[in-house]
């Protein structure tokens, strides 16, 4: 083998040392090619001094705006003192002067600089540097409430929610199961985005200007599977992904709960179950049945209940265009829900022509009434409209009937000095049914059975419904029973018309009305007569009532009310006082009960005792009062003044006062009683109470000593009672029947006892001898023969026992043995050997004497 090189061989070399300065300068290249290739790019902003960047954001350096740059430059942190700190990284700008800087794994404050010590400035001497901070990224989809949710339904709606530190970006959005057109159709139908593009190659959609807040995706005709939306801003690192599963259609059963009727007039409830859905379409009516059909839009998304109400007020049905004020959501306690629920009408069919309302008020009949999911096909006119549902689940009917006679009508009084705003008032008041009413006490007249509930929509307790009642036809009058010879009655009324006074009323339970009783507080604006003057109180539903047609029609209910100027007076039983402390003086008044009256007893230069008794009603139906002093240290015949005085205002016989005089009074004295009630005889473990009555019958308190004793143990637990005049007590104790025998208790409350004993018994089959069968009761009894003829032979009649037979040994002895178990034999409950044992001992007796004769012999 030869040592020298060929061509061959010189020929390879040469081309690999070719290949190797291919290779530089191929590097070289790549090298000085970065900054020309980045200045190419599409960059996201353009450093300017103090500028502030997102992590990941490409950022375009421009050195022609470099006051003192070379096109050699440096990124470096920032030191305590401003100046150029730690190099991070180095670089050359292209030959345009450019360079791209890719900010990402940057996260602090930076410049750039043009040597170790030196930052670069622009013309005005401002350094370039910069903030870098990382951009986070938060989705996720939420309800109407902004809770997260994971699921939606098909065909539904779902709330995306964005939340960043930045304020305003864009962002690229992909989804598996979704290609881009699929994508944008979900992101673009709501047409919240400003800017939607789709890139299809790379199956993503781009949102520009997204800040803060939710957005609307629909899922209309999407399948029901998983989606994870991943979201990546376009310009920096930040990320994340929002999973929703869009589930089937739940099947809600929607339904009404009850087959609703009213009066015309009424605010008649439709009592719906929507099952949990969130959408519901109700149609009321069939208008080629009634002449009248309303679509209705129910939504109870963010109502908890599934059942509540639809409620019609039948007063304003097809009285204006689009029915704006017919239909309100209610729950079932009939409380106004539409801050949750809304009921709208989707459209309205009341006429054959273009006008958009009934021309009438609607007629008493039946409404078809049918519940669904959603309209299938519909025409939103509000005259002429009309729709079918696609899913009808519910029927029921609405009877609407004529209205009816009223109820009775009532009045009532309360004490002036109380106020009557509203219900509240009213409770807390003292109220009295009664037909007489005193001047400046309340007037109040009840209605029952009244009705047009429709009326009172909007109507809050205490409110005046004067003007209502006048709109609706509805009449308030009082007529003057008796005005005399030759005089025509006073008539006061709601109008003041026709020579009538006027009144006001306001409705004390306005809000509260369902229909039942209406209370009415009437204001006669001094216009009433109170020298003792009846009046008829008449309510009438008048023709002018849209349901009234005629006068004949009309339906009315009154009640009778006598008006009397107030007064207070002392019963002639007041001209003599007891000397006693708590002695009482006893007055009567027509003022309302509960009117607190003030009373004075004073005698010159000996006392003055004072009292505010309160009015009330006695046995007899009469309005009195009853003042109590302290007049027990003075002597009896002393004199004083009894004065009694009304302070309600304007009253001029306010104030009566008598001359009393002070009598030997009887000292009121206590009157104690005390009983025990227990059962005589009961069984073991049986339950069994004694039950102890504590009575003052007396006049007078009394404090007593109490007990109660159960066998010598005392179980009252307390040693004395308090008991007012009149006042009774009963206390219980259980008794202890575990075990036979007696049970002996004692009671006793002052010098009063009573007392008593308690069997406690095996009860039947335990053995107890209340009686026995005694077959050999008289072992001698002689009821056989004699054949000693003992004629006077016990015949063994014992009470309690029954002696079966004679005497089986005949009566050889004579009477010895004839009545020696005679009266033994008697006693019912005998431990003594049974007849049948006596007559066996005999016979042995008898055998074994007679075996010893015959030994003998």
């Given at each position: 083998?030869?040592?020298?090189?060929?061509?061959?061989?010189k020929?390879?070399?040469?081309?690999?040392?070719?290949?190797?300065?291919?290779?530089?300068?191929?590097?070289?290249?790549?090298f000085?090619?970065?900054?020309?290739?980045n200045?190419?790019?599409?960059?996201?902003?353009?450093?300017?001094?103090?500028?502030?960047?997102?992590?990941?954001?490409?950022?375009?350096?421009?050195?022609?705006?470099?006051?003192?740059g070379?096109?050699?430059?440096?990124?470096?942190?920032?030191?305590?003192?401003?100046?150029?700190?730690?190099?991070?990284?180095?670089?050359?700008v292209?030959?345009g002067?450019?360079y791209?800087?890719?900010?990402?794994g940057?996260?602090?404050?930076?410049?750039?600089?043009?040597?170790?010590?030196?930052?670069?400035?622009?013309?005005?001497?401002?350094?370039?540097?910069?903030?870098?901070?990382?951009?986070?990224?938060?989705?996720?989809?939420?309800?109407?409430?902004?809770?997260?949710?994971?699921?939606?339904?098909?065909?539904?709606?779902?709330?995306?929610?964005?939340?960043?530190?930045?304020g305003?970006?864009?962002?690229?959005?992909?989804?598996?199961?979704?290609?881009?057109?699929?994508?944008?159709?979900?992101?673009?139908?709501?047409?919240?985005?400003?800017?939607?593009?789709?890139?299809?190659?790379?199956?993503?959609?781009t949102?520009?200007?997204?800040?803060d807040?939710t957005?609307?995706?629909?899922?209309?005709?999407?399948?029901?599977?998983d989606?994870?939306?991943?979201?990546?801003?376009?310009?920096?690192?930040?990320?994340?992904?929002?999973?929703?599963?869009?589930?089937?259609?739940?099947?809600?059963?929607?339904?009404?709960?009850?087959?609703?009727?009213?009066?015309?007039?009424?605010?008649v409830?439709?009592?719906?179950?929507?099952?949990?859905?969130?959408?519901s379409?109700?149609?009321v009516g069939?208008?080629?049945?009634?002449?009248?059909?309303?679509?209705?839009?129910?939504?109870?998304?963010?109502?908890?209940?599934?059942?509540?109400?639809?409620?019609?007020?039948?007063?304003?049905?097809?009285?204006?265009?689009?029915?704006?004020?017919?239909?309100?959501?209610?729950?079932?306690?009939?409380?106004?829900?539409?801050?949750?629920?809304?009921?709208?009408?989707?459209?309205?069919?009341?006429?054959d022509?273009?006008?958009?309302?009934?021309?009438?008020?609607?007629?008493n009949?039946?409404?078809?009434?049918?519940?669904?999911?959603?309209?299938?096909?519909?025409?939103?006119?509000?005259?002429n409209?009309?729709?079918?549902?696609?899913?009808?689940?519910?029927?029921?009917?609405?009877?609407?009937?004529?209205?009816?006679?009223?109820?009775?009508?009532?009045?009532?009084?309360a004490?002036?000095?109380?106020?009557?705003?509203?219900?509240?008032?009213?409770?807390?008041?003292?109220?009295?049914?009664?037909?007489?009413?005193?001047?400046?006490?309340?007037?109040?007249?009840?209605?029952?059975?009244?009705?047009?509930?429709?009326a009172?929509?909007?109507?809050?307790?205490?409110?005046?419904?004067?003007?209502?009642?006048?709109?609706?036809?509805?009449?308030?009058?009082?007529?003057?029973?008796?005005?005399g010879?030759?005089?025509?009655?006073?008539?006061?009324?709601?109008?003041?018309?026709?020579?009538?006074?006027?009144?006001?009323?306001?409705?004390?339970?306005?809000?509260?009305?369902?229909?039942?009783?209406?209370?009415?507080?009437?204001?006669?604006?001094?216009?009433?007569?109170?020298?003792?003057?009846?009046?008829?109180?008449?309510v009438?539903?008048?023709?002018?009532?849209?349901?009234?047609?005629?006068?004949?029609?009309?339906?009315?209910?009154?009640t009778?009310?006598?008006?009397?100027?107030?007064?207070?007076?002392?019963?002639?039983?007041?001209?003599?006082?007891?000397?006693?402390?708590?002695?009482?003086?006893?007055?009567?008044?027509?003022?309302?009960?509960?009117?607190?009256?003030?009373?004075?007893?004073?005698?010159s230069?000996?006392?003055?005792?004072?009292d505010?008794?309160?009015?009330e009603?006695?046995?007899?139906?009469?309005?009195?009062?009853?003042?109590?002093?302290?007049?027990?240290?003075?002597?009896?015949?002393t004199?004083?003044?009894?004065?009694?005085?009304?302070?309600?205002?304007?009253?001029?016989?306010?104030?009566?006062?008598?001359?009393?005089?002070?009598?030997?009074?009887?000292?009121?004295?206590?009157?104690?009683?005390?009983?025990?009630?227990?059962?005589?005889e009961?069984?073991?473990?049986?339950?069994?109470t004694?039950?102890?009555?504590?009575?003052?019958?007396?006049?007078?308190?009394?404090?007593?000593?109490?007990?109660?004793?159960?066998?010598?143990?005392?179980?009252?637990?307390?040693?004395e009672?308090?008991?007012?005049?009149?006042?009774?007590?009963t206390?219980?104790?259980?008794?202890d029947?575990?075990?036979?025998?007696?049970?002996?208790?004692?009671?006793?409350?002052?010098?009063?006892?009573?007392?008593?004993?308690?069997?406690?018994?095996?009860?039947?089959?335990?053995?107890?001898?209340?009686?026995s069968?005694?077959?050999?009761?008289?072992?001698?009894?002689?009821?056989?023969?004699?054949s000693?003829?003992?004629?006077?032979?016990?015949?063994?009649?014992?009470?309690?026992?029954?002696?079966?037979?004679?005497?089986s040994?005949?009566?050889?002895?004579?009477?010895?043995?004839?009545?020696?178990?005679?009266?033994?034999?008697?006693?019912?409950?005998?431990d003594?050997?049974?007849?049948?044992?006596?007559?066996?001992?005999?016979?042995a007796?008898?055998?074994?004497?007679?075996l010893?004769l015959?030994?003998?012999?």
């Open positions: 083998m030869t040592s020298e090189t060929t061509y061959r061989e020929g390879r070399a040469v081309v690999l040392a070719a290949l190797m300065v291919l290779s530089v300068v191929a590097m070289t290249a790549s000085a090619g970065t900054a020309a290739a200045h190419g790019t599409t960059t996201d902003t353009t450093l300017e001094a103090a500028d502030t960047l997102w992590s990941g954001q490409e950022v375009l350096i421009d050195n022609n705006t470099i006051y003192n070379d096109g050699s430059l440096q990124v470096r942190t920032i030191d305590d003192n401003g100046d150029p700190g730690t190099l991070e990284e180095e670089f050359t292209d030959n002067g450019h791209v800087l890719d900010t990402s940057l996260d602090g404050e930076f410049g750039i600089a043009v040597n170790r010590t030196a930052w670069a400035n622009d013309s005005n001497g401002n350094g370039y540097t910069f903030e870098v901070t990382t951009q986070n990224l938060n989705t996720t989809f939420v309800d109407s409430n902004g809770d997260t949710i994971s699921e939606v339904e098909k065909g539904g709606t779902a709330d995306l929610k964005f939340d960043s530190n930045r305003v970006y864009s962002v690229n959005v992909t989804a598996d199961n979704l290609d881009s057109s699929e994508l944008k159709t979900v992101l673009n139908d709501s047409g919240e985005f400003d800017e939607v593009s789709a890139d299809s190659e790379n199956d993503r959609v949102l520009k200007n997204i800040s807040g957005y609307e995706l629909s899922f209309a005709d999407r399948d029901t599977t989606f994870t939306f991943d979201i990546e801003v376009t310009d920096t690192t930040a990320a994340d992904s929002a999973p929703i599963t869009v589930t089937a259609v739940e099947e809600n059963e929607r339904s009404f709960t009850d087959s609703p009727s009213g009066e015309q007039g009424d605010l409830v439709m009592p719906v179950d929507t099952d949990g859905a969130a959408n379409v109700v149609q069939d208008y080629e049945e009634t002449n009248y059909e309303v679509g209705l839009n129910i939504s109870a998304s963010d109502y908890d209940e599934d059942q509540f109400g639809i409620a019609m007020n039948t007063l304003k049905a097809g009285q204006t265009q689009g029915e704006p004020s017919t239909f309100m959501p209610v729950s079932s306690e009939g409380e106004d829900i539409s801050n949750d629920v809304s009921v709208d009408v989707a459209y309205v069919n009341v006429s022509d273009t006008s958009s309302t009934l021309g009438t008020y609607l007629g009949g039946e409404y078809l009434l049918t519940i669904g999911d959603q309209w299938d096909t519909i025409d939103t006119d509000n005259g409209g009309s729709a079918t549902i696609a899913n009808q689940q519910d029927t029921t009917f609405m009877l609407l009937q004529e209205r009816s006679a009223l109820g009775e009508t009532g009045s009532q009084t004490p002036a000095n109380d106020n009557l705003a509203d219900m509240d008032d009213y409770e807390d008041a003292t109220v009295t049914e009664t037909t007489t009413i005193a001047q400046q006490d309340h007037l109040i007249v009840t209605v029952d059975d009244l009705g047009m509930t429709g009172f929509v909007g109507t809050s307790n205490g409110d005046d419904v004067t003007q209502k009642f006048r709109n609706n036809g509805i009449s308030v009058e009082f007529v003057q029973e008796n005005p010879t030759n005089r025509d009655p006073q008539v006061l009324n709601l109008t003041g018309n026709d020579g009538a006074d006027s009144v006001n009323i306001t409705a004390l339970n306005g809000g509260d009305y369902a229909g039942s009783e209406l209370i009415l507080e009437v204001d006669g604006n001094g216009n009433f007569s109170y020298d003792t003057e009846a009046y008829e109180a008449n009438t539903v008048t023709e002018a009532n849209p349901f009234i047609e005629t006068s004949d029609d009309e339906v009315s209910s009154s009778s009310i006598t008006l009397e100027k107030r007064s207070v007076d002392w019963l002639d039983s007041a001209e003599e006082v007891p000397a006693l402390d708590g002695a009482t003086a006893d007055g009567e008044t027509n003022v309302a009960p509960g009117t607190e009256l003030r009373t004075r007893a004073r005698s230069g000996n006392f003055v005792e004072n505010e008794p309160v009015v009603v006695a046995d007899d139906g009469d309005r009195v009062f009853t003042a109590e002093f302290n007049l027990g240290d003075y002597e009896p015949g004199e004083f003044d009894l004065r009694v005085r009304d302070v309600v205002t304007n009253n001029p016989a306010s104030t009566v006062e008598i001359t009393s005089t002070l009598v030997e009074g009887e000292t009121p004295e206590a009157d104690i009683s005390v009983s025990g009630s227990a059962p005589s009961v069984a073991v473990d049986s339950d069994a004694l039950t102890v009555t504590i009575a003052n019958d007396g006049d007078a308190a009394a404090t007593v000593d109490y007990s109660a004793i159960v066998d010598e143990t005392d179980v009252s637990e307390k040693g009672l308090q008991l007012d005049a009149g006042e009774e007590v206390k219980e104790y259980t008794l029947t575990s075990s036979e025998g007696e049970i002996s208790w004692d009671v006793s409350a002052g010098d009063a006892s009573d007392s008593g004993t308690v069997t406690v018994t095996k009860g039947s089959g335990s053995g107890s001898d209340s009686g069968s005694d077959s050999g009761g008289d072992s001698g009894g002689d009821s056989g023969g004699d000693g003829g003992d004629s006077g032979g016990d015949s063994g009649d014992d009470s309690g026992s029954s002696d079966s037979g004679s005497d040994s005949g009566d050889s002895g004579g009477d010895s043995g004839g009545d020696s178990g005679g009266d033994s034999g008697g006693d019912s409950g005998g003594g050997t049974p007849g049948f044992g006596v007559g066996v001992a005999l016979v007796l008898l055998g074994a004497a007679m010893a015959r030994r003998e012999n």
